[in-house]
């Protein structure tokens, strides 16, 4: 369903259909405790940078800068045409308008299928995360204090942005599974693209 050939060259419906049912944020969905504590964090000015997986927009929502926030698999804010040679942007909430009205949201460019600017399994990481991957990913080199919340460290690269640290910088981590009962693979350069870690766990120094 995340595979972008698939979504491109067989069928968006499985896609689209996860998308209404599942994938878009409800009246309900508030930021919690610790999206707040990540504002909070930021209010104190002890916040360098927030890197996510999410693609809720909640780290927005509790109040977290755009200029502080890193969303690696991309936002449900914003979408795009899903052909590569056009990627005319439009925002989220028209696609989503657009699906939930039994409607086919695709360019008005070209005709290709527009998606939320989620990053699929074979596709490129946002542009601002690319460039911070290729200067080596310099926020995290100079942290003093790395917190890893909310993850189970299972898809790379993201997973390996936690050994670009220091040795001497603490990681404290916080996730529902025990430390360690992760999997994740060694970092490789794979062009920066989503791929789903094939290696074992590496262990959490103290
Ligand atoms: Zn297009």
């Keep these: 369903m ?7 060259h067989t069928s968006q419906a ?3 259909d996860f998308c209404v049912r599942s994938l878009l944020p409800g009246p309900s969905t508030r930021p919690t405790a ?3 504590f990540i504002s909070l964090l930021e209010s104190k000015g002890l916040l360098s940078r927030c890197y996510t997986q999410n693609i809720d927009m909640l780290e927005r929502l509790a109040g977290v800068p755009s200029g502080l926030l890193y969303e690696v698999h991309g936002t449900l804010r914003t979408a795009s045409c899903a052909n590569e040679r056009c990627r005319r942007p439009t925002d989220g909430r028209s696609l989503f308008d657009k699906l939930k009205s039994g409607g086919m949201p695709t360019c008005d460019r070209c005709g290709s299928p527009q998606k939320p600017d989620i990053v699929f399994f074979g596709e490129k990481m946002p542009r601002p ?3 911070q991957m290729k200067l080596g990913l310099p926020d995290l080199k100079s942290c003093d204090l790395l917190l890893v919340m909310g993850t189970s460290l299972a898809v790379q690269p993201f997973a390996s942005f936690i050994d670009a640290v220091p ?3 603490p990681r ?3 996730n529902v599974r025990s430390e360690g ?3 994740r693979g060694e970092y490789e350069d794979a062009g920066g693209s989503l791929r789903e870690s094939a ?3 590496g262990g959490w120094r103290s």
């Excluded at 995340?2 to 491109?8: I, K, M, N, Q, T």
């Design 2 to 8: 995340f595979d972008l050939d698939y979504f491109l």
């Design 14 to 16: 499985p896609f689209y």
């Design 34 to 36: 610790t999206h707040h």
């Design 129 to 131: 995360v690319q460039e």
């Design 167 to 169: 040795r001497s910088t």
């Design 172 to 174: 404290v981590f916080f």
């Design 181 to 183: 009962s992760g999997r």
């Design 199 to 201: 290696g074992s766990w």
